[in-house]
């Protein structure tokens, strides 16, 4: 799962162990966390284009352990399609997330 241009303190607020549903048996479970500065495109002084970090958003990738259903059209997440591309929301309690799917495996 991968969210882009967040600002830095609701990143830091995804953690490994976060849930969607019952502790006992979580419809969605996040496994891994990895954070990393959002990229800008900067205009030196000088006339030249960089590609610098921005100074407060951060791009978010989620592994996450999530309940599917195998149907005849395809893997379903809350009972529509899951596969790269298409977005998800999760309710972690503290937090609902909406996330674009990387890839299904």
Not at 20 to 25: H, L, M, W
Not at 29 to 35: D, G, L, S
Not at 55 to 63: A, E, L, Q, S
């Amino acid at each position: 799962l991968r969210m882009t241009d967040l600002r830095a303190d609701t990143a830091k607020a995804i953690r490994p162990g976060m849930t969607e549903g019952s502790v006992d048996n979580p419809v969605a479970e996040i496994t891994a966390v990895n954070i990393e500065p959002s990229l800008i495109i900067a205009t030196g002084d000088d006339g030249s284009v960089n590609v610098v970090d921005h100074p407060i958003n951060r791009d978010v990738t989620i592994t996450a352990d999530i309940q599917v259903r195998d149907t005849p059209t395809g893997i379903q997440f809350k009972g529509e399609p899951l596969r790269g591309g298409t977005r998800i929301t999760l309710d972690l309690g503290t937090r609902i997330i909406t996330a674009e799917v990387l890839r299904v495996t």
